[in-house]
């Protein structure tokens, strides 16, 4: 994004999608800008379909959503991401956030624009 449009433009968009994600997101979770250009949120007590039920509703808004980069010219964006449960008594958040980033890695090499899940942990073993 910024280098066809500009560092200005790149800012927007993640601007815009910080408000998608609250958008989209309930009350309770947490949405963190946690590199250059990723997100993690937080959906506290959600299950697994509710956490992909919710990612599929960013997804389809952030599809939506038209940025204004200014003089006249709108960009439209799309979004990859991965999703993971965490059972904190079974793995660490840090462990998770792996099997998320897996999960949105395989997003990106299926053709973007759609939401991946990890498998969920039991005791320490993938299922």
């Known amino acids: 994004m910024n280098d066809e449009h500009g560092h200005h433009v790149g800012d927007s968009v993640l601007v815009d999608m910080a408000v998608i994600f609250r958008q989209y997101s309930w009350d309770r979770d947490l949405v963190t800008r946690f590199g250059d250009e990723e997100f993690v949120i937080l959906l506290p007590g959600a299950d697994h379909a509710e956490t992909r039920s919710c990612a599929e509703r960013i997804r389809r808004g952030v599809e939506r959503h038209v940025v204004d980069a200014g003089d006249g ?17 079974m793995e660490s958040v840090e462990n998770a956030i792996k099997r998320a980033d897996k999960a949105l890695y395989e997003a990106k090499v299926l053709g973007r624009n759609r939401v991946c899940c990890s498998e969920a942990m039991a005791g320490g073993v993938s299922f």
Do not use: C, K, P, Q
């Open 73 to 89: 010219l709108d960009v439209r964006i799309t979004v990859s991401i991965g999703v993971a449960e965490v059972n904190t008594a």
